[in-house]
């Protein structure tokens, strides 16, 4: 069974910082491209980081360039996304997400074949 369980989010203040987990299992991860999107309430789906399967390369929304860190451990099966210098409109459900092969559409949601449930990210002002 493929499951991608996040964790880390919470509750903080803006210029704070969180440190997101997602675990992966059932598949063979460290094949994959794996990224981190989010969806605000009312709002559509919106990509945030993407990293290659060898961690080698990482792309950035431009929201979050320079204040968020995309990584992961292969040898845990596990992404992480370091968000520091939090906002009010980084309040989200994050999630993580996993792609056998990406082009340059990375933020295309319908590009990943396996999710998680999500994770609640809230940046009180």
């Known amino acids: 069974q493929v499951l991608l369980v996040e964790s880390g989010g919470g509750s903080v203040q803006a210029g704070g910082s969180l440190r997101l987990s997602c675990t992966a299992s059932?598949?063979?991860?460290?094949?994959?491209?794996m990224a981190w999107f989010r969806q605000a309430p009312g709002k559509e789906r919106e990509a945030v980081a993407r990293?290659?399967?060898?961690?080698?390369?990482?792309y950035y929304a431009d929201s979050v360039k320079g204040r968020f860190t995309i990584s992961r451990d292969n040898g845990h099966d596990t992404l992480y996304l370091q968000m520091n210098m939090l906002k009010p409109e980084d309040t989200a459900m994050y999630y993580c997400?996993?792609?056998?092969?990406?082009?340059?559409?990375?933020?295309?949601?319908?590009?990943?074949?396996?999710w998680g449930q999500g994770t609640q990210v809230t940046v009180s002002s």
């Open positions: 997400a996993a792609a056998v092969w990406l082009g340059v559409t990375w933020y295309d949601p319908d590009r990943y074949q396996y």
């Open positions: 990293i290659s399967a060898s961690g080698a390369t990482t």
């Open positions: 059932g598949f063979t991860a460290s094949n994959y491209y």
